[in-house]
């Protein structure tokens, strides 16, 4: 069942948030979310950026969603996962008897098997340079080549990707095809650091906790002191790292309500980068 009316107004994001699990009200966050949702209906092409641990994986779902494709189906492929020397056959698939030891049926590759839907290309800045040409190649002619194969295949896909990296200063030194970047880069969406939205730390931290709550039977609080210091954090692990702080809290806490000497000890000594290294 799609969106109601009511959802399909970019301007009223509550519905939308609880969806997709979704926390926080900053404007910067809601200014991204209505992007997102704006863009959706199109086959646009779009780049979500953002540092590490923002929260950058909601975006392509919210965008599936609400595309007239939300009925068929959504794909992620993580780039920075798969070894390099697989990545072809993973993406486009390749026929039988293509190479030593593959499947004597062939392989339906990840582009084919999302035909009519959303391809999410997490972490594109980690896919490798022929693979780059292959992929442009693709979203230029709706059309590609299994691996050792002849005859093109032919597929209907959105592409949505997504990077932590600065890929404008890769294309600059031949780490990334600006052809490919700029196919990719219709739209951009960027997801602002926890640091530059900071009404949005408590929201998610009272979330951790009460989810926390829910799940152990508890009944913990934070205390005001332990609220100063998480807004005082300047969170360069951004929603990873206050979900890092507040499990080293939850687990190490003894009684119901969350107190500083409860916190990583580089936090209480002023808010190091290195607060979450005791939990990770």
């Known amino acids: 069942r799609g969106p109601n009316e009511k959802e399909r107004n970019p301007m009223d994001l509550v519905s939308l948030k609880q969806r997709f699990g979704v926390i926080g ?13 704006r863009v959706a209906p199109t086959d646009l092409s779009v780049l979500v950026t953002g540092e590490s641990g923002v929260g950058k994986e909601f975006f392509p779902q919210i965008i599936h ?14 780039c920075g996962a798969i070894p390099e020397q697989l990545m072809e056959s993973e993406l486009f698939g390749y026929e039988r ?4 030891g593959a499947n004597p049926k062939g392989k339906t590759g990840l582009l084919e098997a999302a035909h009519g839907g959303t391809v999410f290309f997490d972490e594109i800045g980690e896919l490798p340079l022929p693979m780059q040409v292959k992929l442009l190649e693709a979203l230029d002619k709706h059309a590609f080549l299994r691996v050792g194969g002849t005859k093109p295949v032919s597929v209907d896909v959105r592409i949505v ?6 890929l404008a200063e890769d294309v600059e030194q031949g780490r990334f095809r600006k052809d490919l970047f700029y196919r990719l880069n219709v739209i951009p969406i ?12 408590y929201a998610l931290a009272l979330d951790m906790l009460d989810r926390h709550n829910a799940r152990h039977g508890c009944r913990k609080r ?27 809290m939850l687990v190490m806490s003894e009684g ?25």
């Open 161 to 166: 990707a997504a990077t932590n990296r600065n």
């Open 190 to 201: 960027l997801i602002p650091p926890l640091r530059e939205r900071k009404e949005d730390i």
């Open 25 to 37: 009200n900053s404007e910067l966050l809601n200014r991204a979310l209505e992007v997102a949702v």
């Open 65 to 78: 969603a609400y595309s007239a494709r939300k009925h068929n189906k959504y794909i992620a492929v993580n």
């Open 256 to 280: 119901n309500v969350l107190r500083p000497e409860g916190l990583p000890l580089a936090m209480r000594q002023g808010g190091a980068a290195q607060a979450a290294a005791p939990a990770e």
């Open 97 to 100: 008897g293509a190479f030593s």
């Open 222 to 248: 934070l205390s005001p002191e332990v609220i100063d210091l998480l807004l005082s954090h300047s969170f360069p692990g951004n929603a990873r790292e206050l979900g890092n702080i507040m499990e080293w």
